[in-house]
């Protein structure tokens, strides 16, 4: 039976367990459950904390696993990223108080910093050859400057509205984060290869919606060149003559600028649709 390890709370909790429903994985979860078996699939999913899923994919204990980027670079485990999740995004930052002058990588050279991820900081500020000491700190990681426990922090920033409030500021990003699906290193095959495409499928098509039209058919060339779709826009005759419907894809963020265009090549009835799953 294939293992999947998932997070059992955090902020990756929510959107990993809505990422498996949509990707087809059918199964009920009571709130203190430790395990539970898929009911379409011969899979048995593992929830466990974020930080915990690395070293259990590592240690053969599941054969996949979603945690962040951070967390797998602090790691250290020679895993291999098998997706991109596309959620949890934030960035590892370096940040000071507002009254220290650091800009540059070269300033903290001396400094102490205060992190929950000692193994990533240490590497950064090695790689750039300036010498620092980490402070190994779990939580209220913000407030260490404040009671001189360190210099400045290293700590993971989405809008940064939290620096703020206790008066830092960003000057460095350590790493750009996001949920990934991780595996063992090496070729991965069988169910586990059937999975991950579920999950690819599912995050390919987030990232894309469903245009269809009406047109011209002297209008297609255009609307090609405003919506190409993956390989061609498909374009069939209808019931009036020189009229075609066009179906096509177009990137999500895309649309709220191509729609106006498509207008203008002579487009009508235009409906945008989600999409459920995408293999290219």
């Known amino acids: 039976m294939l293992r999947f390890a998932v997070p059992n709370k955090g902020r990756l909790e929510e959107p990993s367990a809505t990422l498996l429903r949509e990707s087809g994985l059918s199964y009920e979860k009571t709130e203190r459950a430790l395990s539970v078996r898929v009911r379409n699939i011969d899979l048995e999913l593992l929830f466990v904390r974020t930080d915990d899923v690395c070293e259990l994919v590592a240690d053969g204990v599941a054969d996949l696993g979603i945690?962040?980027?951070?967390?797998?670079a602090e790691a250290g485990t020679p895993l291999q990223v098998v997706a991109e999740l596309g959620y949890g995004r934030c960035r590892l930052t370096v940040a000071v108080p507002q009254a220290m002058g650091l800009a540059e990588v070269a300033d903290f050279d001396g400094l102490r910093l205060a992190t929950s991820h000692p193994r990533t900081t240490g590497q950064f500020f090695a790689d750039a050859g300036v010498s620092v000491t980490t402070v190994p700190l779990r939580g209220s990681i913000e407030v260490a400057p404040k009671l001189d426990v360190a210099d400045a922090i290293v700590d993971l920033v989405s809008s940064g509205s939290t620096l703020l409030v206790n008066g830092l500021r960003p000057v460095l990003?350590?790493?750009?984060?996001?949920?990934?699906?991780?595996?063992?290193?090496?070729?991965?095959?069988?169910?586990?290869?059937e999975?991950?495409?579920?999950?690819?499928?599912?995050?390919?098509?987030?990232?894309?919606?469903?245009?269809?039209?009406?047109?011209p058919a002297g209008a297609v060339a255009a609307i090609?060149?405003?919506?190409?779709g993956i390989d061609a826009p498909t374009v069939v005759p209808l019931a009036h003559d020189g009229l075609v419907a066009v179906h096509?894809?177009?990137?999500?963020?895309?649309?709220?600028?191509?729609?106006?265009?498509?207008?203008?090549a002579?487009?009508?009835?235009?409906?945008?649709?989600p999409i459920q799953q995408l293999i290219p």
């Open 195 to 215: 999975v991950a495409t579920m999950i690819r499928a599912v995050v390919a098509a987030r990232r894309k919606r469903y245009v269809l039209m009406n047109a």
């Open 224 to 228: 090609e060149d405003i919506i190409p």
């Open 248 to 264: 096509s894809t177009v990137d999500s963020d895309e649309v709220w600028s191509v729609l106006p265009r498509l207008k203008q």
């Open 67 to 72: 945690t962040g980027l951070d967390l797998l």
């Open 173 to 193: 990003t350590v790493l750009e984060s996001q949920a990934v699906l991780v595996a063992p290193a090496g070729e991965v095959t069988g169910l586990a290869t």
């Open 266 to 273: 002579g487009a009508s009835g235009i409906l945008v649709l």
